[in-house]
Nanobody, 121 residues
Framework: QVQVVESGGGLVQAGGSLRLSCAAS????????MGWYRQAPGKQRELVAV???????NYGDSVKGRFTISRDNAKNTVYLQMNSLKPEDTAVYYC???????????????WGQGTQVTVSS
């Protein structure tokens, strides 16, 4: 099994910054992708940012230019630097990792428990 643990959420004023971290551990042969999603009350979960094994990144339109995703492959950790935060960024942020557990081509998705980010106006 694979464990995914997020940290770094909290309360911040509009215009402020936060940095989220997500560490994956357990039976991991390789990591295909690590990313962040968020879900606000009454809304669907949406993509925030994702980083693939090919070092490409993709961002949701609402966070482009403000958020930056980065990875430390040696630590199986992904970070999300969030700048210029807005009240509409308030949500539970979830980390998702896509891994291979062995030499087969099978991939598995694992989610963290989520971390709350609240941006006050």
């Amino acid at each position: 099994q694979v464990q995914v643990v997020e940290s770094g959420g909290g309360l911040v004023q509009a215009g402020g910054s936060l940095r989220l971290s997500c560490a994956a551990s357990g039976v991991i042969f390789s990591i295909n992708a690590m990313g962040w999603y968020r879900q606000a009350p009454g809304k669907q979960r949406e993509l925030v940012a994702v980083s693939t094994s090919g070092h490409s990144t993709n961002y949701g339109d609402s966070v482009k230019g403000r958020f930056t995703i980065s990875r430390d492959n040696a630590k199986n950790t992904v970070y999300l630097q969030m700048n210029s935060l807005k009240p509409e960024d308030t949500a539970v942020y979830y980390c998702k990792v896509v891994v291979r557990r062995d030499w087969s081509i099978n991939v598995y998705e694992y989610w963290g428990q989520g971390t709350q980010v609240t941006v006050s106006s």
